[in-house]
């Protein structure tokens, strides 16, 4: 089959590498039918994640079972599946209690399992499933080609945003500021309105992202960022700052200011992934009794709730993908977002 393999920054190739197999008996494998390039994709092809050898990438797919082991019962060959960026055995404490992605036998596509056996990345042909049971969720019947994208969103970036909102406690009546205007802050914009959210503000300097946003139901866009920013907000808001701030950025110049954007006793909801963040602003957190929770989403914890209001189209983040590709063009799709030419790719096998 055809999977994508990073060689160092900047190089991203698809290359022929061996088909997948049922390896437990708690295995499937899946046909992928559309895949895609993540934001955090790109920190190790922009250099700021090490790459040290060659390795399959890619955490995010849907497609349709092919295969599956003597102990796999709850999808069956044919069946259309979404993949959560991670996998999970859905039986331990952990998963019990919602935080799939610290699963005692789980872990991440692109790698090797616990029991050092390959696990394929997302961004290729086919994928072995370790733990089937716990990490696919099938949909009720073979969604058309024009549901893709949104179903896709579910793999990450929209359970990702929901989860930032979710920890972050937005509630009816909530005003609330993301910052991040990449696929996971656009899609808290919907799950905040989603929640119930009166207000909305999202920190985005770049006008195509303004417009997804404001599809997605923001009220108000400042192009500032730092303590500008932050006093264009409070200026706006007439007020200390917003109720909920949802960071979605991972840096320690986004982490400072969504702290410095949350109101006191307000709430900072962080999902993105911490890349250069060296301290906690604890003095401010401390003196302005501003909260702060969050994490690496549990995405399969929330598919089985959103999963039914995009197949029936009242939740429709679709509009973040701005582009699709074969996956022969992966190479272009990575140049594509590290140019901020594209959003985010669609990758079509």
Request: some cysteine.
């Amino acid at each position: 089959m055809l999977a994508t393999t990073i060689y160092a920054p900047g190089d991203v190739r698809l290359e022929e590498v061996p088909d997948p197999h049922v390896l437990r008996p708690t295995d499937a494998v899946v046909r992928v039918t559309a895949a895609c390039v993540c934001g955090s994709d790109l920190w190790r092809y922009r250099g700021v994640v090490p790459v040290s050898r060659p390795g399959r990438i890619g955490h995010e797919f849907v497609g349709v079972v092919t295969e599956i082991g003597d102990e796999v019962g709850t999808v069956s060959p044919g069946d259309f599946v979404v993949a959560p960026f991670a996998y999970s055995c859905g039986t331990c404490a952990n998963c019990r209690n919602g935080v799939q992605t610290s699963c005692v036998h789980g872990g991440f596509w692109a790698g090797r399992d616990r029991e050092d056996l390959p696990v394929d990345g997302g961004q290729g042909e086919l994928v072995r499933v370790p733990w089937a049971d716990g990490t696919l969720v099938r949909t009720p019947e073979t969604p058309d080609d024009s549901l893709l994208p949104a179903l896709l969103t579910l793999t990450d970036v929209m359970g990702t945003g929901h989860h930032a909102a979710v920890r972050g406690g937005v509630r009816p009546g909530s005003v609330v500021a993301v910052v991040g205007d990449g696929a996971v802050g656009l899609c808290a914009v919907l799950a905040a309105r989603r929640l119930g959210a009166e207000r909305v503000v999202i920190f985005s300097r770049h006008p195509d992202r303004q417009g997804i946003a404001r599809g997605f139901g923001v009220d108000d866009v400042i192009a500032t960022r730092g303590d500008e920013g932050v006093e264009e907000l409070r200026d706006l808001l007439d007020a200390p700052g917003a109720d909920v701030v949802l960071e979605a950025v991972g840096n320690q110049d986004s982490l400072e200011q969504a702290v410095a954007a949350a109101r006191p006793g307000g709430t900072v909801g962080y999902v993105g992934v911490p890349n250069g963040v060296t301290e906690l602003p604890m003095r401010a957190l401390f003196n302005r009794n501003v909260g702060l929770a969050g994490g690496v989403a549990p995405v399969r914890a929330y598919l089985e709730e959103l999963l039914p209001e995009v197949l029936d189209g009242r939740l429709a983040p679709a509009a973040v993908f701005d582009r699709a590709v074969p996956l022969a063009e992966v190479a272009e799709a990575y140049a594509a977002m590290d140019r901020r030419e594209a959003v985010k790719v669609m990758l079509r096998p």
